[in-house]
């Protein structure tokens, strides 16, 4: 008995050591491989029989897992959309048989990094075939309420819909100063324009023509201003709103607004110093500046200045490229230096990271082991941040490898010892019947 468990547990040695060979031989040979978890082996001895005065080998016994919860070091790239992430977690991805599959029968997988680049159709992918999943923005940018224990709002991020953009003009800001001088008794009648370009929901370039119109009196100061608006969408010499401004004259709010009101299509809010007008492609505020405030229209004894006038809006942008904040949100980039936020990637972390199932291309999936996935908004939470421009080198250590690469040669030679010399003992028995 003792010398047949000898031979079992000599033969068990030889099975170990392959299997730990085998995941030495992998992580070798994906030593260059961007976000390769490493093989490991965990031995553990089995106990058959052993009482006083006899013991039987019950030899040897070994679990392989990939190390998943550890992570590789980041190295920097020229690409934008090389992504990874840096620390705890791995964010979502498909296969080609995903891409037009429903939520719930898609395959969805988690990757801790990727080199993805645009397809045929628009689509990022990895050069293994892997499909980026993000969560779709809205226009104005926002995710929503998304489902974190599920893939099921997930998208296959693609970035053909955003090709060219165009956003209409809303808003207007006056910080400009009409000039106290103009509204004393004996000065010119003379006008003072402001055009201000803004762009429609096309695209286009329009101007907006704000004329400033003082009131003269036959003596003393008036200090106020009749205000017209013409737009070069419609008829120009049309205007499509009016205002009248007064200012304080002395005082400690000498210069500011003292009195507005609007007409002629214009409407306006002391308590938000705005001007509504309604374009062709929609409503746009004007803010004028609230009665004794210091911003907006001043009226002080300097030349006409209209020296901080802000819009919003932007012309017709083409895509320059796409980018990835630490937070996941995926942005275009245009040619006008406008940026719109397309997709938020979320970052997948479950109770039990190398319980994850190992699949190709380094991406792995869910199981029982690992326990229920959630997706967390990057850098929140216990996982890392995503890196653009980087990519996650293996946590194959070369010379570690080696290392257990001449211990396990040592230690299969030693266990064939052994099943040799239990195959002599044996002879040696068989003889002793001749």
């Not at 553990?44 to 006083?52: E, G, L, R, T």
């Not at 190295?75 to 840096?86: C, F, K, L, M, Y």
């Not at 969560?135 to 489902?147: E, F, K, L, T, Y």
């Amino acid at each position: 008995m003792s010398i047949s468990s000898s031979l079992n547990a000599g033969v068990m040695g030889l099975n170990v050591n392959a299997t730990r060979l085998s995941t030495i031989s992998d992580n070798i040979a994906n030593s260059s491989t961007s976000g390769y978890k490493r093989s490991q082996v965990d031995f553990s001895s089995m106990v058959i029989n052993q009482s006083s005065g006899s013991y039987a080998a019950g030899g040897v016994r070994v679990n392989t897992f990939k190390d998943i919860a550890s992570t590789g070091s980041l190295i920097s790239t020229g690409n934008s959309t090389d992504i990874a992430v840096s620390g705890r977690g791995l964010f979502p991805v498909t296969d080609q048989s995903g891409l037009n599959a429903t939520p719930s029968d898609r395959n969805m997988m988690l990757l801790p990094t990727g080199g993805f680049f645009a397809d045929e159709n628009g689509n990022l992918r990895t050069q293994s075939g892997l499909f980026l999943l993000g969560w779709p923005a809205d226009a104005s940018g926002q995710i929503g309420n998304v489902s974190r224990n599920s893939g099921i709002n997930l998208q296959p991020v693609n970035v053909s819909q955003v090709q060219s953009t165009a956003t209409p003009t809303t808003t207007v800001g006056l910080g400009i100063n009409l000039p106290a001088d103009a509204t004393v008794a004996g000065a010119a009648a003379n006008d003072y324009n402001l055009p201000i370009e803004y762009f429609d929901s096309l695209g286009r370039a329009n101007s907006l023509t704000l004329q400033f119109t003082p009131t003269v009196p036959g003596s003393g100061a008036s200090n106020a201003w009749h205000v017209e608006v013409f737009d070069s969408a419609g008829d120009p010499a049309v205007s499509i709103g009016n205002m009248d401004l007064t200012f304080n004259g002395t005082g400690a709010s000498a210069g500011r607004i003292n009195t507005a009101s609007a007409g002629g299509g214009a409407t306006y809010d002391a308590a938000t110093g705005i001007m509504s007008l309604t374009l062709p492609h929609g409503p746009v505020e004007v803010f004028v500046g609230r009665p004794n405030d210091t911003t907006g229209i001043t009226q002080l004894a300097s030349s006409f200045s209209p020296t901080a006038v802000t819009k919003d809006g932007a012309p017709i942008g083409k895509l320059a490229g796409v980018e990835i904040d630490d937070n996941g949100f995926m942005q275009a980039v245009y040619d006008t230096g406008q940026r719109r936020t397309m997709y938020q990637i979320p970052v997948g972390d479950v109770p039990n990271m190398n319980g994850l199932t190992a699949r190709d291309a380094q991406a792995f999936s869910v199981s029982a082991a690992s326990g229920s996935l959630y997706l967390w908004d990057a850098g929140t939470g216990p996982v890392g941040g995503i890196s653009g421009y980087s990519l996650m080198e293996s946590t194959t250590d070369i010379a570690a490898e080696l290392t257990d690469l001449i211990e396990t040669q040592r230690a299969y030679s030693s266990n064939a010892k052994i099943v040799q010399t239990v195959d002599e003992m044996l002879q040696e028995t068989t003889n002793l019947k001749r």
